[in-house]
């Protein structure tokens, strides 16, 4: 018994000096300490170092997790592109460990990041990662509002086809985004398409039934196809929801216009400059309905109002033609 604990313990010894010896293993159990502390930076630069002194060396199971682990703190501190960094990193050292969720995560709020700064294809891009690396990832309606805002955007630049597109896209996604229906029901508007505006608008409504805008957008789909009166109660029910809506009350006097009610046209696209003295179809429209009730000298100033404000040529030389009608009106009648 004696000759065989003799013959053991200079074995233990030999090991014994051997990790001591051993660089690598120090750094090994070094990066293992700093794990247990939660030293993420720390625990990764020893296992790198370990790692470089003995490639064959077995801990990259460890230096995946340490990868993992400073990813979550990455996230929690919104510095997203190192943490999808480190979790691609930790699922190159140990394919089979679970990151997709907090890979996932990460994308998301990359993503959100990048809606935040109007980055809106990024946005796209990364939202549409998080969900096919964890369907169950809340981004499907932070990928919908990206969709409608993009699709809000391209309406602005009159880009109606990618507009409806991404509307369309928004609306698969969230079903219950009143914003969508109504910035689609704008864009089928602004195609002349109004049976499709008109039942987006509807939707819009139905989901959100104070939604001003939406009502105020049917009140000018319902116009377009000279549905007046509707036209009329959709634009006041916008009213009476956002009293200091501008472009309801020029709705609205437009549609008084068409319906020879010039007192309450007048009345209402007075109100809309008064809320909005930059709005030059609310010029426009009160130029016409000061002619119509021979105020001559009032329309021409609203329309050299349009002339001064308008951006649109077609609007500016409709004002000109307006005014060359009225000096006309007036020389025919001082002639006879």
Not at 132 to 158: F, H, M, Q
Not at 219 to 224: K, V
Request: glycine letters at 4%; a negative charge.
């Amino acid at each position: 018994m004696r000759n065989r604990v003799r013959a053991i313990l200079p074995l233990l010894a030999a090991l014994l000096m051997f990790a001591c010896a051993n660089p690598a293993l120090e750094h090994l159990n070094q990066g293992d300490a700093y794990y247990q502390q939660e030293e993420w930076d720390e625990a990764i630069a020893e296992y790198d170092k370990a790692l470089e002194l003995d490639p064959t060396i077995e801990i990259n199971s460890k230096l995946a997790n340490a990868y993992a682990n400073r990813a979550n703190v990455y996230t929690k501190g919104g510095y997203y592109d190192k943490a999808i960094a480190d979790l691609n990193k930790a699922t190159q050292l140990d394919p089979a460990i679970e990151v997709n969720s907090a890979l996932a995560e990460a994308y998301t709020n990359r993503g959100a990041s990048h809606f935040r700064m109007g980055s809106y294809d990024l946005a796209i891009a990364d939202y549409t990662t998080a969900i096919e690396l964890d369907p169950e990832v809340d981004a499907n309606s932070r990928l919908a509002e990206v969709y409608n805002t993009r699709g809000s955007d391209y309406c602005k630049k009159e880009n109606w086809d990618l507009a409806i597109a991404d509307l369309g896209k928004a609306i698969q996604l969230d079903r219950e985004l009143a914003m969508a229906y109504n910035n689609r029901g704008w864009a089928y508007g602004e195609k002349e398409q109004w049976n499709l505006a008109i039942p987006d608008l509807s939707e819009a409504i139905e989901l959100d039934p104070k939604f001003a805008m939406a009502y105020n957008n049917r009140g000018w789909a319902y116009g377009e196809k000279r549905q007046w009166n509707l036209a009329i109660a959709d634009l006041s029910e916008a009213i009476e929801l956002d009293p200091k809506f501008a472009m309801a009350y020029s709705n609205r006097g437009w549609a008084y216009n068409n319906t020879l009610q010039w007192r309450l046209a007048i009345a209402d696209l007075g109100k809309a400059i008064q809320l909005d003295p930059e709005l030059s179809v609310a010029y426009s429209n009160r130029g016409w309905a000061y002619r119509r009730t021979a105020q001559y000298d009032l329309a021409i100033a609203d329309f050299e109002k349009v002339i001064e404000l308008s951006s649109d040529p077609v609007w500016v030389e409709i004002a000109k033609s307006s005014i060359a009608q009225i000096e006309k009106l007036r020389e025919e009648y001082i002639i006879r």
